[in-house]
């Protein structure tokens, strides 16, 4: 649900007129044209190296967009899917040509100064405070290290103006392939970035080693954004697949081509702020099966069938559709989810129509190696291990007054509830080698989104009863307390044998409003 204080007043009475001072985003797609995929930039010879500039601009609608800039020969693309292998280095150099102004940092800045206590450099990046000018980089749902020049969100600060960050990533030999995202993770401020588009993918490649099925399909991928016209309060927003704006009722939809009964292998991350989207492909009103080959970035144990995926914000699926014969009535789909009470309203609508052409030319996915090498995921064997801990965390809310606003909660069972601030020390220790088990309920009368950093978790249980899909995820939607009853919850394993774990990072809800209101806190994984 929406929240706004005195602090938040400011940002919308000063924003606009500021933000369109600031560095240009690229042209946004012709609504109702052919979605084609995001270009991308693939490793070579072990190593992927890019330099991107976060900037920001504001369209004619009003709409802020916030962007990752990659110059291609004389052309600037737009946030490139960054396609890696197991056991590659990724060096990105990011730099941000936000308007640097002073006017704006004072009247909008984070409460807390950027500490540096967490990491073993005496500064990661920046000085400074984290205002909306400031930004950084989070890798999400990949296994790499909470450490500067890593995947360390807590620490790192980009300010405008300076000679940019140097990100070096040695992607694990054991990453699970699959499709993962990257966004900017800048306490208090996250939700502006990402609400304005800044968000791409990151694909590990290799997916056809362990399914075989999608060995030498046509490959589709997707994002789906949003973007309020006024981040942090209720009102007019807009979805898009990959940049194409979808209208809400009426207008030119975008398209989706597919060759007459085709099965093409989609990968589709919900970059939204807010939006849990149950997808479907709608063939002459009939919902169409699925065939589930990953979620998060995680293969599943086995494929299978569903109708309906339902995506958190932040979550991924990978998953084969069927073209239908040529003349159907085809769209990509999501249906009404209901977010409780105080949530807000995630409403049906068409993302796409499909368009059954022969004309249709993709990319292909890899043919399987000849005889094909079985992959072992790593955490396979985490359903047959014995908890060393058992946890207990909820989120909950709390309203100050009758008029709001909203204080946000994720809190360790018999602890303090407490808003995450910049110097906290973690609230919970443990340490490489243990294998927990956490209970997350949801005591409030909206649903969140919990999401773990650096490490995927096993869903065990929903509501205290077993699940039959033991899946690995990194996102998982929790429901709504309906005013009565037991608190709903899920119980999760989760994995720290991995040494790369070691370090400091954090746990949040992924309705990112409520992450920058204070819902996350930290967890500390010594060596």
């Not at 649900?1 to 042209?27: N, Y």
């Not at 084609?36 to 976060?54: E, R, T």
């Not at 007019?236 to 979808?246: A, D, E, T």
Request: aromatic share 8%.
């Amino acid at each position: 649900m929406g929240s706004m204080s005195k602090w938040l007043v400011a940002i919308v009475f000063c924003g606009c007129s500021v933000l369109k001072l600031s560095a240009q985003c690229p042209d946004r797609p012709i609504p109702g044209t052919v979605v084609n995929d995001p270009f991308a930039i693939s490793s070579q010879n072990g190593v992927l190296s890019a330099q991107m500039a976060l900037a920001h601009s504001v369209d004619g609608n009003g709409y802020t967009h916030y962007c990752y800039n990659y110059t291609a020969g004389n052309q600037v693309i737009e946030a490139p899917t960054l396609r890696v292998n197991p056991g590659d280095q990724l060096l990105l150099d990011i730099l941000n040509r936000i308007q640097d102004n002073e006017g704006l940092k004072t009247k909008i800045k984070s409460k807390m100064k950027m500490p540096m206590v967490d990491s073993p450099d005496t500064n990661c990046g920046d000085s400074g405070e984290m205002t909306v000018d400031s930004t950084n980089v989070h890798y999400h749902g990949m296994n790499i290290a909470p450490i500067c020049h890593q995947d360390n969100v807590i620490n790192t600060l980009i300010q405008p103006g300076t000679p940019g960050f140097k990100y070096k990533i040695p992607i694990p030999p054991t990453q699970p392939p699959g499709l993962y995202w990257y966004h900017p993770h800048i306490h208090g401020f996250t939700e502006f970035q990402v609400n304005g588009g800044a968000a791409g993918a990151l694909i590990v490649e290799g997916m056809e080693k362990v399914h075989p099925e999608v060995a030498g399909l046509t490959e589709r991928v997707f994002i789906i954004r949003q973007q309020f016209l006024v981040p942090w309060i209720p009102g007019p927003y807009q979805l898009s697949i990959n940049y194409q704006v979808v209208p809400l009722l009426g207008g030119a939809k975008p398209v989706i081509q597919m060759k007459p009964g085709e099965k093409q292998f989609w990968r589709v991350a919900n970059a939204t702020n807010q939006d849990f989207l149950p997808l479907q492909v709608i063939v002459d009103n009939k919902p169409q099966q699925l065939q589930v080959i990953a979620l998060d970035g995680y293969p599943l144990a086995q494929t299978r069938m569903q109708d309906t995926i339902v995506l958190p914000p932040a979550g991924r699926a990978e998953f084969i559709v069927q073209a239908p014969p040529a003349g159907s009535n085809a769209f990509f789909f999501t249906q009404d989810f209901s977010t409780g009470p105080t949530g807000n309203p995630d409403l049906q609508q068409s993302l796409a129509g499909i368009q059954v052409t022969d004309n249709a030319n993709f990319s292909r996915m890899p043919k399987a190696s000849e005889p094909a090498s079985p992959i072992k995921l790593k955490s396979a064997d985490l359903a047959a291990q014995t908890p060393t801990v058992e946890r207990k965390l909820f989120f909950s809310e709390e309203f100050a007054g009758t008029n709001g606003p909203i204080q946000f909660y994720i809190t360790v069972e018999g602890q303090k509830q407490k808003v995450f601030e910049g110097n906290e020390k973690p609230v919970i220790t443990t340490k490489v080698g243990a294998i927990e088990d956490w209970t997350i309920e949801n005591r409030a009368l909206e649903t969140h989104a919990f999401h773990m950093h650096q490490i995927h978790f096993q869903v065990l249980e929903i509501d205290g009863q077993p699940v039959a899909n033991q899946d690995m995820r990194d996102t998982i939607e929790i429901p709504f307390w309906e005013g009565k009853g037991p608190f709903h919850s899920v119980k999760v394993r989760m994995d720290f044998r991995d040494p790369t774990t070691a370090g400091t990072f954090v746990f949040h809800c992924h309705i990112l409003l409520h992450e920058d209101l204070g819902m996350m806190h930290k967890i500390l994984v010594e060596p």
